[in-house]
T-cell receptor, first 113, second 116 residues
Framework: EPEVTQTPSHQVTQMGQEVILRCVPI?????FYWYRQILGQKVEFLVS????????KSEIFDDQFSVERPDGSNFTLKIRSTKLEDSAMYFC???????????FGPGTRLTVL | AQKVTQAQTEISVVEKEDVTLDCVYE???????LFWYKQPPSGELVFLIR??????QNEISGRYSWNFQKSTSSFNFTITASQVVDSAVYFC?????????????FGKGTKLTVNP
């Protein structure tokens, strides 16, 4: 069964460093998403991406964040200068259409020291 | 604005008990989708069900059943004869249909512990 994959599973970084989180969505899906979950809290939407551009972003997704689909399979989330409060689990998701079921990857746990 | 409320923060039951997880939502959209996801201790988010706002039929899948009542804006989830493997955090989520927004709005989750 096709699934969304994410690497790395855990990333530890120093405050102020740049990190890139990687995702491989399900191959025939057209919509891609990033969400985050601060420990013990709810899952929050960051950004959606379709047709090689951002279709929607939340207030959390400020200038420190960017997304890219560098090739036909990968979808990345970059945080330019990490802050302590960026520590969270980051989930990638994909769906075939805009209102279809979003399937989530296993997540990347980001720890900012 | 859209909002999902899961009033039960934590529930603890003994194996084989039935348990219902409540979900109440708010939206001004006339068409929307409702979802339930399971997050086991390993951390991943597992899709359980997607329901269109026009389809108010209850659904049963094995030990799982869902009760959608548009009149009360609720989409409750029942696990029959619970098992230890059902222990997880369960999230209810809402998504508009079209309108340019594809995001899922999640509730805060209900942590279910099933004790042997």
């Amino acid at each position: 069964e096709p699934e969304v994959t994410q690497t790395p599973s855990h990333q530890v970084t120093q405050m102020g460093q740049e990190v890139i989180l990687r995702c491989v969505p399900i191959s025939n899906h057209l919509y891609f998403y990033w969400y985050r979950q601060i420990l013990g809290q709810k899952v929050e939407f960051l950004v959606s991406f379709y047709n090689n551009e951002i279709s929607e972003k939340s207030e959390i997704f400020d200038d420190q964040f960017s997304v890219e689909r560098p090739d036909g399979s990968n979808f990345t989330l970059k945080i330019r200068s990490t802050k302590l409060e960026d520590s969270a689990m980051y989930f990638c998701a994909s769906s075939w259409g805009p209102a279809d079921t979003q399937y989530f990857g296993p997540g990347t746990r980001l720890t900012v020291l | 604005a859209q909002k999902v409320t899961q009033a039960q923060t934590e529930i603890s039951v003994v194996e084989k008990e039935d348990v219902t997880l409540d979900c109440v939502y708010e939206t001004r959209d006339t068409t929307y989708y409702l979802f339930w996801y399971k997050q086991p201790p390993s951390g991943e988010l597992v899709f359980l069900i997607r329901r269109n706002s026009f389809d108010e039929q209850n659904e049963i899948s094995g030990r799982y059943s869902w009760n959608f009542q548009k009149s009360t804006s609720s989409f409750n989830f029942t696990i029959t004869a619970s098992q230890v493997v059902d222990s997880a955090v369960y999230f209810c989520a809402l998504s508009p249909e079209g309108g340019g927004s594809e995001k899922l709005v999640f509730g805060k989750g209900t942590k279910l512990t099933v004790n042997p």
